[in-house]
């Protein structure tokens, strides 16, 4: 007897989550209803729909919920898709968009194949990987602080003459600054302690980056992404959260086309042209890969910090890391000479460094096999 398979679209939001059923060998697509988003009644309500003996099979859209449901479903055997919004077929003329009928729309596609899959870091990755964006969410009030703080000084015509802002020096400036009015003196000085305070949380958060890459069972890979020139531990951490398990990618081009590397393309006929890069994918990894390229325009060496990074890992890494070097610092010289400007070097540098990243997860291993040796 054939099994029954029962194919689930969910619609999940913060307080409720639309669910239709699709049945194998049936065109009918049906919505069930819409319950309350807790695990008890996620729980109910998938009892009820296998109560006839049908394996389930459930999908919703990767989206700010997370992946809680994911990992309550999967502890209790059910299978389970997260998927990717971007990747989604749409009809162009579809113009209606309600909860019920994004989830018969996600139970249909998911009958018949078409829904790609994202890749669901465990609860220690994500945890880790949580860690890495809030340092770069306070970087980016840092950046905003420092800002306000240089806006309000132009406007009221004070200029510092020293080589580097944000140094000791640039904040002995300040306290020499005095104001006209004493309510300015007041914003100058909240604008102050604003950058002071985001520097103080940004390393507080690189120790706790540093603790948790030495604790996690994911430091094999980070150590051996380090023996990379221009892969400090934070580069290396972030890589190892963001990415994972490099081995669920065939080849290289997979991974740079991933993280949206690779030129965008629109040929028809006899007509190629080819555009900048994609842009698609982990943006955050893009501008973390690009500023690492920047080290590659000065002549390939094994310096003694790389050197004293690249003896902690295995014979195999350092092979990597060394022809790296070699190939990468040769390319950017090669595309400079050829008239292109740097930032495109830059980025052509970049999409060779994922490759090589990649040969360096593929022999650390599965993070499977780093947990159970760790």
């Known amino acids: 007897m054939k099994e029954c398979i029962k194919y689930i679209g969910l619609d999940v939001h913060k307080s409720s989550i639309a669910v239709a059923i699709a049945e194998a060998g049936s065109s009918e697509v049906r919505y069930h209803g819409e319950i309350q988003n807790t695990p008890e009644q996620i729980t109910k309500t998938l009892r009820k729909l296998s109560n006839s003996g049908a394996k389930l099979s459930v999908c919703y859209e990767a989206g700010p919920c997370g992946y809680e449901v994911y990992r309550q479903l999967t502890d209790r055997g059910i299978d389970c898709m997260v ?31 078409e829904l790609t899959a994202v890749w669901v870091p465990s609860a220690e990755q994500e945890a880790l990987r949580d860690l890495v964006r809030a340092r770069a969410d306070f970087v980016l009030l840092q950046t905003q602080a420092r800002q306000r703080l240089n806006a309000f000084l132009l406007r009221h015509g004070k200029r510092f003459d020293g080589k580097s802002k944000w140094t000791q020096a640039h904040f002995r400036w300040f306290e020499t600054i005095k104001c006209s ?23 507080t958060l690189d120790k706790q980056i540093e603790w948790a890459g030495n604790e996690s069972t994911l430091w094999p890979l980070i150590q051996n992404y380090m023996a990379l020139r221009g892969i400090s531990r934070l580069v290396a951490t972030a890589l190892a959260a963001e990415l994972g398990d490099l081995t669920r990618f065939a080849n290289a081009p997979q991974l740079m086309a991933y993280l949206g590397l690779v030129p965008s393309e629109h040929s028809s006929g006899s007509s190629k042209v080819r555009g900048g890069i994609t842009k698609t994918g982990n943006g955050y990894m893009r501008r973390l890969l690009t500023e690492a390229a920047w080290t590659y325009r000065h002549l390939a060496r094994k310096t003694a910090c790389v050197q004293r990074r690249a003896e902690q890992t295995p014979e195999q890494v350092q092979e990597i890391a060394w022809k790296a070097q070699q190939r990468l610092c040769a390319r950017y010289r090669g595309y400079i000479q ?21 040969a360096i997860g593929q022999a650390t291993g599965p993070l499977h096999e780093i947990s159970v040796n760790a």
């Open 181 to 203: 009015f004493p309510v300015q003196q007041v914003v100058l000085q909240e604008y102050i302690d604003a950058v002071t305070h985001m520097q103080k949380r940004i390393k």
């Open 338 to 358: 050829r008239g292109k400007v740097s930032v495109q070097a830059c980025t052509a540098v970049a999409r060779e460094l994922v490759g090589f990243i990649w």
């Open 83 to 113: 998927v990717a919004p971007s990747m989604i077929p749409r009809k162009p003329g579809d113009r209606v968009k309600t909860d019920r009928r994004d989830s018969q729309m996600l139970a249909r596609l998911h009958r018949a194949g």
